[in-house]
């Protein structure tokens, strides 16, 4: 569970990743995100893809969205035409990860009501660090880039995530393009598996 918190420092969402049954004949896991609002009510529930390959980690790029940006798509069934972004095995600091694009369409009873473009990328790998949240310490890769999301109009973000290994995301900042703090999110309650 991930507590989000905004630019004033409060409480804003808290979402929650469920890993969901894998599928005998598919190579990749499906995880259920719920967002609940700072009133607990629900503002999005929806999946989407992580694949664990012999090169590393692939995510499907809709994981990489705050959960006020999810929110807005509450509601449609979204369907996503990518490649997935690779996180590979063995990054050391300076590395960089190349750009991932990813092409999202949303129906609303049958049809065809949003199509929204993302890119991400590229990613500078920092350095390795040990974090602390309410969940634990953490042995982590820092990483800098930036998100895209384009709909009718292209906005941008400045992101900075701590990865831990067989974990996922322990923290990440937001940033807006000119670079002021938009919010922050943290691991508060980890179940492994």
Request: charged share 20%.
């Amino acid at each position: 569970m991930y507590q989000w918190y905004g630019a004033n420092e409060k409480p804003s969402f808290r979402t929650y990743h469920r890993v969901l049954a894998q599928q005998e004949t598919s190579d990749y896991h499906l995880l259920e995100l719920l967002i609940l609002n700072a009133f607990q009510d629900t503002v999005y529930q929806g999946q989407y893809e992580v694949r664990c390959t012999n090169d590393g980690l692939s995510l499907d790029l809709l994981s990489k969205l705050t959960p006020d940006m999810l929110s807005s798509l509450a509601g449609f069934e979204l369907r996503t035409e990518e490649n997935g972004w690779l996180l590979p095995l063995g990054l050391s600091s300076g590395d960089s990860i190349p750009q991932a694009y990813s092409h999202v369409t949303g129906f609303s009873k049958g049809e065809k009501v949003l199509e929204i473009d993302l890119a991400i990328g590229p990613v500078h790998i920092l350095d390795q660090e040990n974090l602390s949240t309410p969940a634990g310490g953490f042995p982590c890769v820092a990483m800098a880039y930036e998100l895209w999301v384009t709909q009718l109009v292209r906005k941008r973000f400045r992101l900075r995530d701590w990865f831990a290994p067989s974990i996922g995301v322990i923290r990440r900042e937001v940033f807006d393009r000119q670079g002021r703090f938009f919010g922050y999110c943290e691991l508060v309650e980890f179940f492994g598996g």
